[in-house]
């Protein structure tokens, strides 16, 4: 049972496709206050609650002990310390005295004190007074999932290529450095994809523009190596270069269509490109035209892109410049002390990101001005729509891959996400694995997160182990930042190691499409915790480092640095498969906990009793996968 409550005038997402009838405000159920313009519900925490939720955001699978904030952020550090990522998704359910969801469709700030400040207490700030919030009754915290996926829309469905391996770096500068990567993956034979296209491609850092010089004859490139069975995915950044003389930009401008100021003036901010202007995707008019834009691209024979720094990510204003540069000249030949050294430290530190940048910035909704801040959560979210609500009308569904940096519910329903700039670190495979039932719960199925770690250095062992759980995930996409050490499959020692694992997950994409394709189908969830399955069992209901895949399987990824293996926790009889190529060790293991030995070069996986689950047999790229032939595992 889902019941909506509204405060005041909310702003009109569009997370919600299904028409509710509302109730007051006054009637909601939990202890709840409106003072100051501000919203604050709590409700009681029992020692064995769990609280589920929040899609992409740090921390575990249990979302309790932490405070956590609803503001699309461009911060590179995923530290426990965080409570903000990229996205928006602002989706709970508590299991244990009570199981309910809740769903606060509201674009601005929201504060998740989940235990935090009092340990027995959840306490949740709306940062406004229009809102509505959905209370989700069901029996169980799947069908709650279920019921809250009802009422936001069907998910994304990619077309099937997107579920084979991808290689992506910041930057393959050149068609010479693509080349490299394919014919390094083809002698290797390592299978591939798609390859993917950083900033670096386009001219001097301008959405819509290929820098040919690097790509000569890019339509024809595109093509040739489409017929090498490899999809180039390029970068779209949301800020558009303010350049005279650059089409897409002298569009925008003489349309009206960036963000403005509260004088009506354009607002600019700095990004890769030097100063931008900001398309004010909230205008279905302006989306419709950034949309179009992607013709330039698909037109050349793209099929598939990647939104990014569509938080939107401001490195500076130049007004934010100006004031740091002054002080700084100010300050020239003074001798500083503590609080001076620091606050010039400040001023330039603090220029990225900052709240009175986004403070400055208007969209134009319905005629009206309407400040970025009451609207924040939505911008990436937008952007991705303006692209989903064009390749939907052009090409129809499952035809264009996508995924977005930032996001809000609802923006599920036209792309994936993926998860961000997360680092060379251990401790990220686990972040990886505790997000996917999260997202899962927001709509959000296709996903992964930068497998080998996007910042510093990895390892050859961190790559292969952030590999084995990439097989899983629907997006599997090795990335790296600029300046890191290389980490594509290839570059290690003993490259079969990594042919292994990778061609374990061609083998697998008959069972994970179809697993997918059933979630997305019955708004169900592809990855659960443990406890989702097995409420009375105390031991699963505390596992943050397994999770359970589709109807038949679980996975436990080795996720520690030089362990042969992992303790793995059955909460029933279950078979313990070892994939690693084209070998495939089965063993029958009891319920209860076991050690279990994966080598590098191998995927562990998990299958219940009585259940089985197809295999093909691997190839070089999905369109040679052999969908018919298949082999019955379990
Ligand atoms: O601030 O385009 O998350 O995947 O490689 C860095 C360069 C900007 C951030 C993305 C990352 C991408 C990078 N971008």
Redesign the pocket.
């Given at each position: 049972m889902i019941t909506k409550f509204t405060s005041g005038k909310p702003f009109d997402t569009g997370a919600v496709t299904a028409a509710f009838p509302s109730k007051a405000i006054a009637d909601f159920p939990f202890e709840h206050a409106l003072a100051d313009g501000k919203f604050r519900l709590s409700f009681p925490l029992e020692q064995s609650d769990i609280l589920y939720g929040l899609g992409e955001a740090p921390r575990g699978i249990n979302k309790r002990g932490w405070v956590y904030e609803s503001w699309c952020s461009?911060d590179?550090f995923h530290t426990e310390t965080k409570q903000s990522l990229?996205a928006a998704h602002n989706f709970i359910l508590l299991s244990g005295s009570q199981t309910f969801g809740l769903f606060i469709d509201f674009p601005a700030r929201i504060r998740w004190d989940l235990g935090y400040t009092v340990q027995s207490l959840a306490e949740i700030t709306v940062d406004g007074a229009d809102f509505d919030i959905y209370l989700i009754k069901a029996e169980t915290p799947r069908e709650i999932a279920r019921a809250f996926r009802e009422i936001i829309g069907k998910s994304y469905i990619p077309p099937l290529w997107a579920f084979g391996y991808q290689q992506?770096?910041?930057?393959y500068h050149n068609a010479e450095a693509v080349d490299n990567v394919v014919k390094s993956y083809d002698e290797a034979q390592i299978p591939l994809d798609c390859v993917y296209l950083?900033?670096d491609y386009m001219e001097r850092y301008k959405d819509f523009t290929v820098n040919e010089e690097a790509f000569p004859d890019f339509q024809n490139y595109v093509q040739k190596k489409r017929e090498q069975g490899i999809h180039l995915i390029p970068?779209i950044?949301a800020g558009v270069k303010k350049e005279d003389g650059y089409r897409v930009y002298e569009e925008g401008r003489a349309k009206g269509y960036f963000c403005k100021t509260a004088d009506g003036s354009q607002f600019e901010a700095g990004v890769?490109p030097g100063v931008c202007a900001f398309p004010d995707f909230l205008n279905p008019e302006v989306r419709q035209w950034f949309g179009r834009q992607y013709k330039f691209l698909t037109d050349m024979g793209i099929d598939g892109f990647?939104n990014?720094?569509n938080e939107p990510?401001l490195f500076y204003s130049v007004e934010g410049l100006n004031k740091a540069l002054d002080k700084a000249a100010d300050l020239r030949g003074e001798n500083l002390d503590l609080s001076g050294f620091f606050g010039l430290k400040d001023a330039f530190m603090g220029l990225s990101n900052a709240h009175e940048d986004y403070a400055r910035i208007y969209h134009t909704v319905d005629g009206k001005q309407m400040n970025h801040l009451r609207v924040h959560n939505l911008y990436g979210a937008s952007m991705t729509k303006a692209a989903g609500e064009y390749f939907e009308s052009e090409f129809g569904r499952e035809k264009i891959l996508m995924f977005s940096?930032a996001s809000y519910i609802g923006a599920h329903r036209s792309s994936g996400i993926?998860f961000?700039?997360n680092h060379s670190w251990w401790s990220h495979i686990l972040l990886d694995l505790k997000m996917l039932p999260a997202a899962n719960m927001c709509g959000f199925l296709y996903c992964g997160a930068?497998l080998g770690g996007?910042n510093e250095n990895a390892t050859r062992d961190l790559v292969l182990r952030f590999l084995a759980l990439g097989v899983f995930t629907p997006l599997m996409r090795n990335?790296a930042?600029?300046g890191t050490r290389d980490q594509e499959a290839y570059r290690f020692e003993n490259p079969q190691d990594f042919r292994d694992v990778i061609q374990v997950r061609y083998r697998l994409i008959p069972y994970l499409y179809q697993t997918f394709r059933k979630a997305s189908d019955e708004n169900d969830l592809m990855f659960r915790p443990l406890s989702f399955d097995y409420p009375g069992d105390n031991i699963a209901r505390e596992c943050e480092t397994q999770l359970m895949l589709g109807e038949e399987c679980m996975i436990a990824p080795v996720y520690e640095q030089n362990a042969a293996g992992r303790t793995v926790y059955l909460p029933e009889d279950m078979t313990f498969v070892k994939l690693s190529g084209d070998r495939v060790e089965t063993q029958p293991l009891a319920k209860g906990l076991h050690y279990v030995g994966v080598a590098l070069n191998e995927v562990p996986l998990f299958i219940k009793k009585g259940k089985k689950i197809p295999l093909c047999r691997p190839a070089m790229r999905t369109r040679d996968l052999d969908l018919e032939q298949l082999e019955y595992i379990g």
């Amino acid at each position: 049972m889902i019941t909506k409550f509204t405060s005041g005038k909310p702003f009109d997402t569009g997370a919600v496709t299904a028409a509710f009838p509302s109730k007051a405000i006054a009637d909601f159920p939990f202890e709840h206050a409106l003072a100051d313009g501000k919203f604050r519900l709590s409700f009681p925490l029992e020692q064995s609650d769990i609280l589920y939720g929040l899609g992409e955001a740090p921390r575990g699978i249990n979302k309790r002990g932490w405070v956590y904030e609803s503001w699309c952020s461009d911060d590179p550090f995923h530290t426990e310390t965080k409570q903000s990522l990229y996205a928006a998704h602002n989706f709970i359910l508590l299991s244990g005295s009570q199981t309910f969801g809740l769903f606060i469709d509201f674009p601005a700030r929201i504060r998740w004190d989940l235990g935090y400040t009092v340990q027995s207490l959840a306490e949740i700030t709306v940062d406004g007074a229009d809102f509505d919030i959905y209370l989700i009754k069901a029996e169980t915290p799947r069908e709650i999932a279920r019921a809250f996926r009802e009422i936001i829309g069907k998910s994304y469905i990619p077309p099937l290529w997107a579920f084979g391996y991808q290689q992506s770096r910041w930057s393959y500068h050149n068609a010479e450095a693509v080349d490299n990567v394919v014919k390094s993956y083809d002698e290797a034979q390592i299978p591939l994809d798609c390859v993917y296209l950083d900033i670096d491609y386009m001219e001097r850092y301008k959405d819509f523009t290929v820098n040919e010089e690097a790509f000569p004859d890019f339509q024809n490139y595109v093509q040739k190596k489409r017929e090498q069975g490899i999809h180039l995915i390029p970068i779209i950044d949301a800020g558009v270069k303010k350049e005279d003389g650059y089409r897409v930009y002298e569009e925008g401008r003489a349309k009206g269509y960036f963000c403005k100021t509260a004088d009506g003036s354009q607002f600019e901010a700095g990004v890769w490109p030097g100063v931008c202007a900001f398309p004010d995707f909230l205008n279905p008019e302006v989306r419709q035209w950034f949309g179009r834009q992607y013709k330039f691209l698909t037109d050349m024979g793209i099929d598939g892109f990647w939104n990014d720094m569509n938080e939107p990510a401001l490195f500076y204003s130049v007004e934010g410049l100006n004031k740091a540069l002054d002080k700084a000249a100010d300050l020239r030949g003074e001798n500083l002390d503590l609080s001076g050294f620091f606050g010039l430290k400040d001023a330039f530190m603090g220029l990225s990101n900052a709240h009175e940048d986004y403070a400055r910035i208007y969209h134009t909704v319905d005629g009206k001005q309407m400040n970025h801040l009451r609207v924040h959560n939505l911008y990436g979210a937008s952007m991705t729509k303006a692209a989903g609500e064009y390749f939907e009308s052009e090409f129809g569904r499952e035809k264009i891959l996508m995924f977005s940096r930032a996001s809000y519910i609802g923006a599920h329903r036209s792309s994936g996400i993926w998860f961000g700039d997360n680092h060379s670190w251990w401790s990220h495979i686990l972040l990886d694995l505790k997000m996917l039932p999260a997202a899962n719960m927001c709509g959000f199925l296709y996903c992964g997160a930068d497998l080998g770690g996007f910042n510093e250095n990895a390892t050859r062992d961190l790559v292969l182990r952030f590999l084995a759980l990439g097989v899983f995930t629907p997006l599997m996409r090795n990335h790296a930042a600029l300046g890191t050490r290389d980490q594509e499959a290839y570059r290690f020692e003993n490259p079969q190691d990594f042919r292994d694992v990778i061609q374990v997950r061609y083998r697998l994409i008959p069972y994970l499409y179809q697993t997918f394709r059933k979630a997305s189908d019955e708004n169900d969830l592809m990855f659960r915790p443990l406890s989702f399955d097995y409420p009375g069992d105390n031991i699963a209901r505390e596992c943050e480092t397994q999770l359970m895949l589709g109807e038949e399987c679980m996975i436990a990824p080795v996720y520690e640095q030089n362990a042969a293996g992992r303790t793995v926790y059955l909460p029933e009889d279950m078979t313990f498969v070892k994939l690693s190529g084209d070998r495939v060790e089965t063993q029958p293991l009891a319920k209860g906990l076991h050690y279990v030995g994966v080598a590098l070069n191998e995927v562990p996986l998990f299958i219940k009793k009585g259940k089985k689950i197809p295999l093909c047999r691997p190839a070089m790229r999905t369109r040679d996968l052999d969908l018919e032939q298949l082999e019955y595992i379990g």
